[in-house]
């Protein structure tokens, strides 16, 4: 009898190990991640977060996609997708059209793209685009962007020739004389032109105009998510932890990066961490930090310009509530 007992009991401690070991792997809610664009040191707090356990320890399995059809926007508001990368400027207008996404993080504090050309198109000021050629990706706001910049300093609009470059970058495009200059992040392209000797002009776009000082890229995710908001608390937590480790230790982070995604050049990802370390979250509260200000400023500019019929409602498209 005693013997039938010690039997079952450990029959009993055993079964109820392998279930605990089950549910314990259960546990993992599994989470799509969509990125803007080819993987780069924008996103680099989320490959530390995966690559260091962040998202393990909260319970999450995170994957990460590029965006091969549709916007992040699109993928995140229809499902698709549970997080993603956008920018200011795209989730006023998707929330203009009824989309239900909300920015959910910045992740890099202030505006570091600006307008990137070689030394040698003398290219010093915004009014010197005029008999230029630029390259960009064919959306009506480069054009409102660089008209109202090129107005406010006097010069005339229609002499810049507007080309829709596609997939040719800055340095395939002023390398044959298809383009002059474009639309860049400096934190990449501008160490991209150092690395390789290539003199250069940069035209800081947030300094240019307060109103372009906006939040690009943010970290989005759906209404829905934020209505049933433990996946996102978990995911915060994570993620948070994952840019904070960037801050303080960029060239770990850059390594992290190049493991994972190994065809990036290896320098370019290491300098260019070394120079968002201290761009993360800048002069903010906290890094993810993101001001009503801002958000009414460009929407505001938005607006005028007519790109959104009317305001959007700019408590609903942002929250500091999974940053704080």
């Known amino acids: 009898m005693k013997k039938t007992v010690i039997i079952i009991l450990i029959l009993f401690i055993f079964t109820s190990t392998l279930i605990g070991c089950t549910q314990k792997n259960n546990e993992l809610i599994d989470v799509t991640f969509v990125l803007d664009w080819t993987p780069n040191t924008n996103h680099t707090g989320i490959y530390v977060a995966k690559e260091l356990g962040y998202f393990d320890e909260v319970g999450l399995n995170v994957k990460i996609i590029q965006p091969s059809e549709g916007t992040a926007e699109y993928l995140v508001a229809s ?19 009824g989309l239900p996404v909300v920015s959910i993080a910045a992740i890099i504090q202030h505006n570091t793209s600006g307008f990137l050309s070689r030394a040698d198109e003398n290219i010093l000021s915004v009014v010197d685009f005029e008999n230029k050629k630029y390259g960009g990706w064919g959306g009506p706001i480069e054009q409102a962007t660089i008209k109202y910049l090129m107005e406010q ?12 470059a596609g997939d040719i970058d800055f340095f395939t495009g002023t390398a044959t004389g ?9 934190g990449w392209s501008n160490i991209q032109a150092e690395i390789e000797g290539i003199d250069i002009n940069y035209i800081d ?13 943010l970290l989005i995710t759906s209404e829905r998510n934020i209505e049933n908001d433990i996946v996102t608390k978990k995911f915060m937590e994570a993620v948070t932890k994952g840019y904070e480790y960037c801050i303080e230790y960029p060239e770990q982070a850059a390594d992290i990066l190049i493991e994972a995604v190994p065809e990036l050049p290896a320098e370019l990802v290491l300098k260019s961490q070394q ?8 002069d903010a509260i906290y890094w993810g930090y993101q001001s009503i200000h801002v958000w009414q400023r460009y929407m505001d500019w ?13 408590e609903e498209a942002f929250t500091n509530d999974y940053v704080k």
């Open 178 to 186: 298809n383009i002059d200059f474009s639309w860049v992040f400096a």
């Open 275 to 282: 120079f968002l370390a201290d761009k993360y979250q800048d």
């Open 302 to 314: 938005l607006v005028e310009n007519q790109f959104i019929d009317q305001p959007i409602k700019i």
């Open 153 to 164: 300093a006097g010069g005339d609009f229609s002499k810049v020739q507007i080309i829709t």
């Open 79 to 97: 499902g698709s997708a549970d997080f993603g990368i956008s920018y200011q400027e795209n989730i006023t207008i998707a929330r203009s059209e």
């Open 205 to 217: 776009l947030g300094k240019e105009s307060d109103v372009f000082d906006y939040y690009t890229p």
